[in-house]
């Protein structure tokens, strides 16, 4: 019982009194389509990629916390469940909003569920009020039984802050 009392307490300190993210959080929702290339296992195949996302953007859009859920067109018809974090790089006098990123992602696909990393970054390009086309590389492995799979994926798409 005292475990639940402090984790409710916890929760309350941190997500309640807490007006510096409160005031600063944005949430950005969209999707993304592109070329993905897996090689590995001495082959490699390529396909297109396609896929809703959502992203939370901390402490005046510097941070960006986020999820995505793609689908592949390679044999086997690979589905990829990333979570990441970006950070995003401010430009005086500009309003492109570069960013890195990093983060993990479950693969399902032939063989079972397997893990990744990634890696990579991007521009989102202003095309309109709180909206955005991205351009990103996004790259890393894929830990498959008995070997390793290396992922590429070049993206684009649309992105809305809301």
């Known amino acids: ?9 916890l929760f309350i300190l941190v997500f309640g ?3 510096l993210f409160a005031q600063k959080m944005n949430w950005i929702i969209g ?12 082959t490699s195949s390529a396909g ?32 990829e469940w990333a979570d ?3 950070y995003y790089f401010k430009i ?3 309003k492109l909003k570069p960013y890195v990123g990093g983060g993990f992602s479950m693969w399902f696909m032939t063989g079972g569920p397997y893990f990744g990393l990634r890696f990579g970054g991007g521009v989102n390009f202003p095309i309109g009020n709180k909206l955005y086309v991205p351009v990103d590389l996004v790259l890393g492995p894929i830990f ?8 590429v994926a070049i993206t684009s798409g649309i992105r809305y802050e809301l």
């Open 92 to 94: 005086s006098g500009s």
């Open 31 to 42: 999707g993304r389509a592109g070329l993905s290339i897996g090689s590995g296992g001495g």
């Open 84 to 86: 990441y974090i970006r």
């Open 144 to 151: 498959v039984t008995g070997t390793s799979v290396f992922y």
């Open 17 to 19: 009194s807490n007006t």
């Open 48 to 79: 297109f990629q396609l896929g809703p996302t959502a992203e939370i953007l901390f402490g005046g859009g510097d941070l960006g916390i986020g999820t995505e859920f793609n689908i592949n067109t390679q044999a086997g018809t690979p589905i």
């Open 1 to 9: 019982m005292k475990k639940i009392i402090s984790l409710i307490i």
